[in-house]
């Protein structure tokens, strides 16, 4: 076809159409492709803009998942440096820092869930790189280190989502509550939703 014909073609077909591309879509209104039209929550908040419910959710679901592959990282490095150092200092030092991980997880989210996540993450990466191969070859081997490293950091992981609980779940939380007569102080206050 010449050029000429195309562009006859293109000139007789009329203005281009102004509705938006999925509009034009059988089956589909226009204002389903708009963005002018998008739902808003309590508050006036869009979906899915990170200030609704939704968006709060997604950030909290999010944040976890970020605990449990910082956990993830902890084992994977923990497991091929726990060696390194003077004697069982490092192997030692990387026990200690997942512990940390899980108190601050879980005061950083004021949930057990905070600590339970980056445990479970170390967990996952340091047994599974724990097991020995078909051919014998390990990671972890069984050296002083290399039990402080498993074994001290499994106890570090383990008392971190303990502490995580024991400070941050529900039946804490009320019984403290009950102890000292009514709503907690500080933070405690913030997370209490009012009664309407």
């Not at 004021?110 to 600590?115: H, I, Q, S, W």
């Amino acid at each position: 076809m010449p050029v000429d014909a195309l562009s006859e073609q293109y000139q007789s077909a009329g203005p281009p159409d102004p509705r938006p591309l999925g509009a034009r879509l059988p089956g589909r209104s226009a204002g389903s492709a708009s963005l002018a039209n998008v739902e808003s929550t309590r508050g006036g908040a869009a979906r899915g803009s990170g200030h609704g419910p939704d968006g709060a959710t997604a950030i909290t679901v999010g944040a976890y998942v970020v605990l449990v592959l910082l956990g993830m990282l902890e084992g994977l490095i923990g497991t091929f440096h726990y060696g390194n150092g003077p004697g069982v200092l490092v192997a030692i030092l990387f026990a200690l820092a997942i512990l940390a991980t899980c108190v601050l997880g879980a005061y950083g989210m004021r949930t057990a869930l905070g600590a339970l996540m980056p445990a479970v993450g170390w967990y996952v990466v340091s047994l599974l790189l724990s097991t020995g191969t078909s051919g014998g070859s390990v990671l972890i081997a069984d050296t002083s280190q290399g039990k402080w490293f498993l074994f001290g950091g499994a106890l570090c992981a383990a008392a971190g989502a303990v502490y995580g609980y024991v400070q941050w779940s529900r039946p804490s939380r009320e019984r403290r509550e009950r102890l000292a007569g009514g709503p907690g102080r500080g933070a405690w206050r913030a997370t209490r939703r009012p009664s309407h």
